[in-house]
């Protein structure tokens, strides 16, 4: 069965700080997806990144980045220079083979940036 | 495109009371998903669909849920009756299962439902 662990259920920082926030995943399919999702006070859910299990190169985005590491099964997020404005809970999800299946989340880290 | 749409946004109902749940997927996307967020349970998956067909159904947690997709641009989730513990935000999601594997699920704003 697929799971996903976020251990940090809430993080404060201060503005300008640089805050990761960690996953870990597991799974018996050697074809999977990885996601984040950021779900700002409002409530909605917008997509940030995917990242298939073949592909472990980083990616950054201004000022975010994800780590995916296969060999500990982490797909970490960072983000750099905090601001006000990423104040949300962020979720991690996997889904097996394609993206037309089911996401399994896992609990939610809830970001706090205090200015 | 306007996104997924979902109605109504809140639902204040009492219980052993009818609630209907309405989704409309992005114009184009086959695959459509409830979830339910609940604070106790997180974000869950409760049905699924492909191309209109329910594939998954076994997160839907009793007989009192029930689910339909009559065209692919319409879905229903309906719980009859409702009890207090059904409230939570209902999210549905499409995707696309077009020709790239990198097919994300667009969220819908949710409806939050509060059963009394």
């Known amino acids: 069965a697929q799971k996903v662990t976020q251990a940090q259920t809430e993080i404060s920082v201060v503005e300008k700080e640089d805050v990761t926030l960690d996953c870990v995943y597991e799974t018996r399919d050697t074809t999977y997806y990885l996601f984040w999702y950021k779900q700002p006070p409002s409530g909605e859910l917008v997509f940030l990144i995917r990242?298939?299990?073949?592909?472990?190169q980083n990616e950054i985005s201004g000022r975010y980045s994800w780590n995916f590491q296969k060999s500990t099964s982490s797909f970490n997020f960072t983000i750099t220079a905090s601001q006000v404005v990423d104040s949300a809970v962020y979720f991690c999800?996997?889904?097996?083979?394609?993206?037309?299946?089911?996401?399994?989340f896992g609990k939610g880290t809830r970001l706090s940036v205090i200015a | 495109d306007a996104g997924v749409i979902q109605s109504p946004r809140h639902e204040v109902t009492e219980m052993g009371q009818e609630v209907t749940l309405r989704c409309k997927p992005i114009?184009?996307?086959?695959?459509l998903f409830w979830y339910r967020q609940t604070m106790m349970r997180g974000l869950e998956l409760l049905i699924y669909f492909n191309n209109n067909v329910p594939i998954d159904d076994s997160g839907m947690p009793e007989d009192r849920f029930s689910a339909k997709m009559p065209n692919a641009s319409f879905s229903t989730l309906k719980i009859q009756p409702s009890e207090p513990r059904d409230s939570a935000v209902y999210f549905c999601?499409?995707?696309?299962?077009?020709?790239?594997?990198?097919?994300?699920?667009?969220f819908g704003p949710g409806t939050r439902l509060t059963v009394l």
């Open positions: 114009s184009g996307h086959n695959s």
């Open positions: 990242r298939n299990s073949f592909d472990e």
């Open positions: 999601a499409s995707s696309s299962s077009g020709l790239t594997p990198y097919n994300e699920q667009f």
């Open positions: 999800a996997l889904s097996e083979n394609s993206g037309n299946t089911p996401l399994v």
